[in-house]
């Protein structure tokens, strides 16, 4: 019961209302009181609210509580009423409680405790009733329920009283023993349902169950109608009745006859499984669906190398072979994916020891009644010995058609390269190894070569690292091969020698097999085998086939070599007969031609047919020479550069040397053998070489230039009428004698250098201004060009020196340039001498001017000191201080402060104007030094242009550019101050033609230096007329002048020219254009100190 109740008040009269809640203030009961003044209220409230009592008035405004009632019960709610009535009237109490009321108070009696005691009343009166009902109907589904089980389910269930009869028989128990219901109840159990061997265990087993009360599990035969026995898993339990007391043992069994007989089946199975599983001769293993074992026999782990505790932490995989695994996941796929029910292949195993087995392998899947994968059950045959025998059969089978096939090509090639090729290909392919290198050896250089290389697929070539290795870097490897020895290394990091070793790491090498190669009984080589993605045992059957086939290589190198040489001999012959210029023939003893080359019978002019009809003496010119010559054949058996004279066929003669061979054929016949090379043409040569040998010494003897020729060994081979007359010795005084000792005055030192400067630079060289003494004891010049003597093959076998006296040359060159050089003198002296008199003048000027102040300064210093005297006396007189005032007044000593300093100034810069220009002179004459010596250019140029100056001043502004990094030059600076000079006034001359005189209308000159090495180079621009290209080519000739007659000599350049180009090897380059000016290019080559070697 709530703690505070629901009370639902259907009542027409509010003071009642009060009345009552004021009854239940005072009473043992809470309640939350809901109100209803009329009956169409109070049903809508039962309706739709919960309530745990409803008290209900019988009289209501628009009803009563009768017509409540009906509506409650018509609705179905039965919530416990009380009814009040005010009247007493009893009837309306019965009918309302026939209408369903719980109880009913009279108005009159209503008091808290009345009213406490109806409400808890009639409230647990109504709960009382709906849990009985409630209990009720569970007992009564309850009873149906096990009625149901009883009567379906697929247990035994069986009933007994405390006697051991049958009270309760289920329909499976029908089923089960054939027994009906109604017969099987009230039997007694056990002398009727069980077998007579198993009573007395039924009966202390019912009894003790009897006595202990608890349930417990136990399994045992009962008997059919029939009288078979079945076996019941039973469960026993008990019932008792309402006082506790046992009343019935309830027994449910479950007939395990089929599984006990499956159970029995599956046993012997078991045991026959075993039997066989254990003592198979097959590996046999069980593997779950992801390939792990889950057992495995004996034999299985004897063929593997495992015991059954690792195998059973292993899968397939852990143990199959690389190569295999990919295979037989596919296979174990489609076992899995129900497309095959087994599959049967030959693999391969790795054992714990590492050692191959090869298997036969059968895979068949075990399903449960659903079809799904449950185990595998693995059948391993051992097959490794048939397979090695397998093998080996291959092996052989193959190893001797190797051998035929290397046999036959070997029979049949045509060339050794290609043979040795094919052979390494199918011995690689048949054994299966990486690479095969074939190795040959060079005697004379001690080196071994990989001239031949076959690789697997998939392995690199590595012919690079394998070429040219000496023998003293593979020198243990040598020495095994040169002794005839096999090297054989499943390992190559056991090979004793390190060189070797770090050589084959080098490679990739891992394994190495090599069997050295004797052709001719001579060391020619070893075949080596490498392999380089595993380790390879080598049998001694593979080794003995190996051995075999170099044996067949071996002697195919030696046949085919003989039968190259052989080829090569027979072509050699072949192609010397038919391709030789000399005459090749064959005659026997009696002169009977046998064979004569097409060079022969092209010489003779016969055909061969028309020879064969003829004897030998017949194209004798002399028959009777043709005894001589076989005489001397039978005597020495040969001749060697026989002279013989033949006649052609169109008469003409023939001019030969005879060489060649007596030969004995098999039958006995001697023949004659022999090359005959014509010299017809040498015999002609030969004449006109002794008479053009007469003519060229007559020629020599008439040359007016000296001729010396000196042999390799410095002896002289030639000495022409020149030399006699220029160095009063004679031709047969110096003809095969040491040149350097034949007695000729000169600077045999200078010769020397520039002999030995011309046969080591393999050049000619000339000599400018050799000094010699002449017959008559005077001192001559020279000009001594050497020119090497070379063969055909460039080898120096000597030279010859031609020489020229120049002594007579020089003089007029001399005259010629001093000449130049007065003519130039000539050309600036007037130019020099007023350059020089200007500033003399107003040097004289300046120092009158001097001399005229000095008088007057020294008359006032007089009257200075009488007025110092007459200080000395303290009285000065007046007059005289008037006349020294009158006196400064006349001297203008403001103007002589003035002038005078500025005077003295100018002075010293026409001093120093004359100095510099007598300096320039000097520099420009340079007297005395003709030599050539390390000169200043930049220097020179200066100087050139300031004595020049008077030639351009006038006409043209004259700038200089010159690079301060100038080398020095090594030249005759004299010569050169002479070009640049004529160069400066042609270019003033050139301008002078073209601007009138006057400073607005002036050209210009310029001179720039710069260095590009190994040449300095003198550039002098100028913007004169031009030279038109008709005549520029000619600028540089003898006496070529544009100048009007009387105003050049047309010297000038071409000295520059000479001064330049000849005599300092430089050059001169001329750019010119009509209108525009001219620019003279002189390029000068920069000597060191140490290289003054004028090499021409």
Same mark, same amino acid.
């Given at each position: 019961?709530r703690?505070?109740?629901?009370?639902?008040?259907?009542?027409d009269?509010?003071?009642f209302?009060?009345y009552l809640?004021?009854?239940?203030?005072e009473?043992?009961?809470?309640?939350?009181?809901?109100?209803a003044?009329?009956?169409?209220?109070?049903?809508?409230?039962?309706k739709?609210?919960?309530?745990?009592?409803?008290?209900?008035d019988?009289m209501?405004?628009?009803g009563?509580?009768?017509?409540i009632?009906?509506?409650?019960?018509a609705?179905?709610?039965?919530?416990?009423?009380?009814?009040?009535?005010?009247?007493?009237?009893?009837?309306?109490?019965?009918?309302?409680?026939?209408a369903?009321?719980?109880?009913?108070?009279?108005?009159?009696?209503?008091?808290?405790g009345?009213?406490?005691?109806?409400?808890?009343?009639?409230?647990?009166?109504?709960?009382?009733?709906?849990?009985?009902?409630?209990?009720?109907?569970?007992?009564?589904?309850?009873?149906?329920?096990?009625e149901?089980?009883v009567?379906?389910a697929?247990?035994?269930?069986?009933?007994?009283d405390?006697?051991?009869?049958?009270?309760?028989f289920n329909?499976?128990c029908?089923?089960?023993?054939?027994?009906?219901?109604e017969?099987?109840?009230?039997?007694?159990?056990?002398?009727?349902?069980?077998?007579?061997?198993?009573?007395?265990?039924?009966?202390?087993?019912?009894?003790k169950?009897?006595?202990?009360?608890?349930?417990f599990e136990?399994?045992?035969?009962?008997?059919t109608?029939?009288?078979k026995?079945?076996?019941?898993?039973?469960?026993y339990?008990?019932?008792?009745?309402?006082?506790?007391?046992?009343?019935l043992?309830?027994?449910?069994?479950?007939?395990?006859?089929?599984?006990?007989?499956?159970?029995?089946?599956l046993?012997?199975?078991?045991?026959?499984?075993?039997?066989?599983?254990?003592?198979?001769?097959?590996?046999i293993?069980?593997?779950?669906?992801?390939?792990?074992?889950?057992?495995?026999?004996?034999?299985?782990?004897?063929?593997l190398?495992?015991?059954?505790?690792?195998?059973?932490k292993?899968?397939?995989?852990?143990?199959?072979?690389?190569d295999?695994?990919?295979?037989?996941?596919?296979?174990?796929?489609?076992?899995?994916?129900?497309?095959?029910?087994?599959?049967?292949i030959e693999?391969?195993y790795?054992?714990?020891?590492?050692?191959l087995?090869?298997a036969?392998l059968?895979?068949?899947?075990?399903?449960?009644t659903?079809?799904?994968?449950?185990?595998?059950?693995?059948?391993?045959?051992?097959i490794?010995?048939g397979?090695?025998a397998?093998?080996?059969?291959?092996?052989?089978?193959?190893?001797?058609?190797?051998?035929a096939?290397?046999?036959?090509?070997?029979?049949?090639?045509?060339?050794?390269?290609?043979?040795?090729?094919?052979?390494?290909q199918?011995?690689?392919?048949?054994?299966?190894?990486s690479?095969?290198?074939?190795?040959e050896?060079?005697?004379?250089?001690?080196?071994?070569?990989n001239?031949?290389?076959?690789?697997?697929?998939?392995?690199?070539?590595?012919?690079g690292?394998?070429?040219?290795?000496?023998?003293?870097?593979?020198?243990?490897?040598?020495a095994?091969?040169k002794?005839?020895e096999i090297?054989?290394?499943?390992?190559?990091e056991i090979?004793?020698?390190?060189?070797?070793k770090?050589?084959?790491?080098?490679?990739g090498?891992?394994s190495?097999?090599?069997?050295?190669?004797?052709?001719?009984?001579?060391?020619?080589?070893f075949?080596?085998?490498?392999?380089?993605?595993?380790?390879?045992?080598?049998p001694?059957e593979?080794?003995?086939?190996?051995?075999?086939?170099?044996?067949?290589?071996?002697?195919?190198?030696?046949?085919?070599?003989?039968?190259?040489?052989?080829?090569?001999?027979?072509?050699r012959?072949?192609?010397?007969?038919?391709?030789?210029?000399?005459?090749i023939?064959?005659?026997?003893?009696?002169?009977s031609?046998?064979?004569?080359?097409?060079?022969?019978? /092209?010489?003779i002019?016969?055909?061969m047919?028309?020879?064969?009809?003829?004897?030998?003496t017949?194209?004798?010119?002399?028959?009777?020479?043709?005894s001589?010559?076989?005489?001397?054949?039978?005597?020495?058996?040969?001749?060697k550069?026989?002279?013989v004279?033949?006649?052609?066929?169109n008469?003409q003669?023939?001019?030969?040397?005879?060489?060649?061979?007596?030969?004995?054929?098999?039958?006995?016949?001697?023949?004659?053998?022999?090359?005959?090379?014509?010299?017809?043409?040498?015999?002609?040569?030969?004449?006109?070489?002794?008479?053009?040998?007469?003519?060229?010494?007559q020629?020599?003897?008439?040359?007016?230039?000296?001729?010396?020729?000196?042999?390799s060994?410095?002896?002289?081979?030639?000495?022409?009428t020149?030399?006699?007359?220029?160095?009063?010795?004679?031709?047969?005084?110096?003809?095969?004698?040491?040149?350097?000792?034949?007695?000729?005055?000169?600077?045999?030192g200078?010769v020397?250098?520039?002999?030995d400067i011309?046969?080591?630079?393999?050049?000619?060289?000339?000599?400018?201004?050799?000094r010699y003494?002449?017959?008559?004891?005077?001192?001559?010049?020279?000009?001594?060009?050497?020119?090497?003597i070379?063969d055909?093959?460039g080898?120096?076998?000597?030279?010859?020196?031609l020489?020229?006296d120049?002594?007579?040359?020089?003089r007029?060159e001399?005259?010629?340039?001093?000449?130049?050089?007065?003519?130039?003198?000539?050309?600036?002296?007037?130019?020099?001498?007023h350059?020089?008199?200007?500033?003399?003048?107003?040097?004289?000027?300046?120092?009158?001017f001097?001399k005229?102040t000095?008088?007057?300064?020294?008359?006032?210093?007089e009257?200075?000191?009488?007025?110092?005297?007459?200080?000395e006396?303290?009285?000065v007189?007046?007059?005289?201080?008037?006349?020294?005032?009158?006196?400064?007044?006349?001297?203008?000593?403001?103007?002589?402060?003035? /002038?005078?300093?500025?005077a003295?100034?100018?002075?010293?810069e026409?001093?120093d104007?004359?100095?510099?220009l007598?300096?320039?002179?000097?520099?420009?004459?340079?007297?005395?030094?003709?030599e050539k010596?390390?000169?200043?250019?930049?220097?020179?140029?200066?100087s050139?242009?300031?004595?020049?100056?008077?030639?351009?001043?006038?006409?043209?502004?004259?700038?200089?550019?010159?690079d301060?990094?100038?080398?020095l030059?090594?030249?005759?600076i004299?010569?050169?101050?002479?070009?640049v000079?004529?160069m400066?006034v042609n270019?003033?001359q050139?301008?002078?033609?073209?601007?009138?005189?006057?400073?607005?209308q002036?050209g210009?000159?310029?001179?720039?230096?710069?260095?590009?090495?190994p040449?300095?180079?003198i550039?002098?621009?100028?913007?004169?007329k031009?030279?038109?290209?008709?005549?520029?080519?000619?600028?540089?000739?003898?006496?070529f002048?544009?100048?009007?007659?009387?105003?050049?000599?047309?010297?000038?350049?071409?000295?520059?020219?000479?001064?330049?180009?000849?005599?300092?090897?430089?050059?001169?380059e001329?750019?010119?254009e009509?209108?525009?000016?001219t620019?003279?290019?002189?390029?000068?080559?920069?000597?060191?100190?140490e290289?003054?070697?004028q090499?021409?």
């Amino acid at each position: 019961m709530r703690d505070k109740l629901k009370i639902l008040l259907v009542d027409d009269s509010k003071v009642f209302w009060m009345y009552l809640r004021k009854a239940f203030e005072e009473s043992d009961v809470k309640a939350e009181i809901t109100g209803a003044l009329n009956m169409t209220s109070g049903i809508s409230l039962i309706k739709n609210k919960p309530f745990d009592c409803i008290i209900l008035d019988y009289m209501l405004p628009d009803g009563n509580g009768f017509l409540i009632l009906q509506e409650m019960r018509a609705s179905g709610i039965k919530t416990p009423v009380i009814v009040l009535t005010g009247h007493g009237d009893e009837q309306v109490a019965v009918t309302m409680m026939k209408a369903g009321a719980n109880d009913y108070i009279p108005k009159s009696q209503i008091s808290p405790g009345r009213l406490s005691q109806s409400i808890r009343s009639v409230i647990y009166s109504h709960l009382m009733e709906e849990h009985v009902k409630q209990v009720e109907k569970e007992l009564k589904e309850s009873k149906e329920f096990f009625e149901s089980i009883v009567k379906t389910a697929k247990a035994l269930i069986v009933g007994l009283d405390l006697k051991g009869f049958v009270s309760l028989f289920n329909y499976h128990c029908e089923e089960v023993t054939g027994w009906k219901k109604e017969d099987a109840i009230g039997k007694e159990w056990i002398p009727n349902f069980i077998p007579a061997k198993s009573r007395q265990q039924a009966e202390d087993t019912f009894k003790k169950f009897i006595d202990g009360n608890e349930g417990f599990e136990h399994e045992s035969p009962i008997l059919t109608i029939e009288g078979k026995e079945r076996f019941i898993d039973w469960n026993y339990s008990t019932l008792q009745d309402s006082h506790g007391n046992l009343s019935l043992v309830l027994g449910i069994g479950v007939d395990v006859t089929d599984r006990k007989m499956m159970e029995e089946a599956l046993r012997e199975s078991e045991q026959r499984f075993r039997v066989i599983f254990e003592g198979a001769a097959l590996g046999i293993a069980l593997a779950d669906n992801k390939g792990h074992i889950l057992e495995s026999n004996t034999e299985f782990q004897k063929m593997l190398g495992y015991c059954n505790e690792e195998l059973r932490k292993m899968v397939f995989t852990d143990f199959t072979h690389p190569d295999d695994v990919l295979i037989d996941s596919g296979l174990h796929k489609e076992l899995m994916a129900g497309e095959r029910n087994h599959f049967h292949i030959e693999k391969r195993y790795i054992r714990k020891d590492g050692e191959l087995l090869w298997a036969s392998l059968t895979v068949s899947l075990v399903r449960d009644t659903n079809g799904n994968p449950k185990f595998a059950i693995v059948m391993v045959k051992n097959i490794t010995e048939g397979k090695k025998a397998e093998e080996s059969l291959r092996r052989r089978l193959s190893y001797e058609k190797l051998i035929a096939n290397v046999s036959y090509i070997a029979a049949s090639a045509e060339d050794i390269k290609d043979f040795l090729y094919d052979s390494l290909q199918r011995i690689g392919q048949t054994l299966d190894t990486s690479r095969i290198l074939f190795w040959e050896y060079a005697s004379d250089t001690d080196i071994y070569s990989n001239s031949y290389e076959w690789v697997d697929a998939g392995v690199p070539s590595q012919p690079g690292e394998c070429q040219r290795i000496p023998s003293s870097t593979v020198p243990w490897f040598d020495a095994m091969m040169k002794k005839n020895e096999i090297i054989n290394y499943s390992d190559t990091e056991i090979i004793p020698s390190i060189q070797e070793k770090e050589l084959l790491h080098s490679l990739g090498v891992k394994s190495i097999l090599a069997i050295p190669l004797y052709v001719n009984k001579t060391y020619h080589g070893f075949i080596s085998f490498y392999q380089t993605q595993k380790y390879r045992v080598w049998p001694d059957e593979d080794i003995d086939i190996l051995k075999t086939i170099v044996q067949i290589i071996a002697g195919t190198i030696e046949r085919k070599g003989t039968e190259n040489a052989l080829r090569l001999s027979e072509d050699r012959y072949r192609s010397i007969f038919e391709g030789s210029k000399d005459t090749i023939y064959i005659v026997s003893k009696d002169g009977s031609f046998i064979e004569v080359n097409p060079a022969g019978l /092209e010489l003779i002019g016969y055909t061969m047919d028309e020879l064969k009809l003829m004897n030998e003496t017949q194209v004798y010119v002399d028959p009777s020479k043709r005894s001589a010559y076989v005489q001397e054949m039978q005597t020495k058996g040969f001749v060697k550069d026989y002279p013989v004279e033949l006649k052609k066929k169109n008469g003409q003669t023939i001019y030969g040397l005879l060489s060649a061979t007596a030969k004995k054929e098999q039958n006995g016949q001697v023949q004659f053998q022999g090359i005959l090379r014509d010299i017809t043409e040498s015999k002609k040569a030969e004449e006109a070489l002794r008479e053009a040998h007469a003519q060229i010494k007559q020629l020599l003897a008439s040359i007016s230039s000296i001729l010396i020729g000196v042999s390799s060994n410095e002896l002289v081979n030639q000495w022409n009428t020149a030399a006699e007359k220029s160095f009063g010795i004679t031709a047969g005084e110096v003809l095969g004698k040491s040149f350097l000792k034949c007695g000729i005055q000169w600077d045999w030192g200078k010769v020397v250098k520039h002999l030995d400067i011309s046969k080591e630079k393999n050049l000619p060289v000339q000599m400018d201004d050799l000094r010699y003494t002449r017959p008559d004891g005077k001192d001559g010049l020279l000009r001594l060009h050497v020119n090497l003597i070379e063969d055909t093959a460039g080898r120096q076998w000597g030279y010859v020196l031609l020489g020229t006296d120049i002594t007579e040359q020089k003089r007029i060159e001399s005259q010629l340039a001093l000449s130049q050089k007065m003519e130039s003198i000539g050309q600036l002296a007037a130019g020099i001498a007023h350059e020089i008199n200007t500033p003399m003048q107003y040097i004289g000027d300046n120092t009158r001017f001097f001399k005229d102040t000095f008088r007057d300064i020294l008359d006032m210093l007089e009257k200075y000191k009488d007025i110092l005297i007459k200080t000395e006396g303290g009285i000065v007189p007046v007059e005289l201080i008037e006349e020294m005032k009158v006196m400064e007044k006349k001297l203008d000593l403001e103007y002589l402060t003035e /002038e005078t300093p500025r005077a003295i100034e100018q002075s010293l810069e026409g001093i120093d104007r004359v100095r510099k220009l007598i300096l320039a002179m000097k520099d420009f004459s340079h007297p005395g030094r003709s030599e050539k010596s390390l000169s200043d250019i930049n220097k020179a140029i200066e100087s050139t242009v300031t004595i020049s100056r008077n030639e351009w001043k006038y006409v043209a502004d004259l700038e200089t550019i010159l690079d301060p990094g100038l080398p020095l030059v090594f030249c005759a600076i004299d010569q050169i101050n002479q070009a640049v000079l004529n160069m400066i006034v042609n270019a003033a001359q050139a301008i002078k033609e073209i601007v009138k005189e006057g400073p607005a209308q002036k050209g210009k000159i310029t001179i720039e230096t710069s260095y590009s090495k190994p040449f300095i180079e003198i550039t002098i621009r100028d913007t004169g007329k031009g030279i038109p290209q008709s005549i520029i080519h000619k600028i540089f000739d003898p006496f070529f002048t544009t100048k009007e007659v009387g105003k050049g000599t047309g010297q000038g350049l071409t000295i520059s020219h000479d001064i330049i180009v000849n005599k300092h090897k430089g050059t001169i380059e001329v750019y010119s254009e009509v209108g525009k000016g001219t620019v003279f290019v002189i390029k000068l080559p920069v000597h060191s100190e140490e290289d003054k070697k004028q090499v021409l």
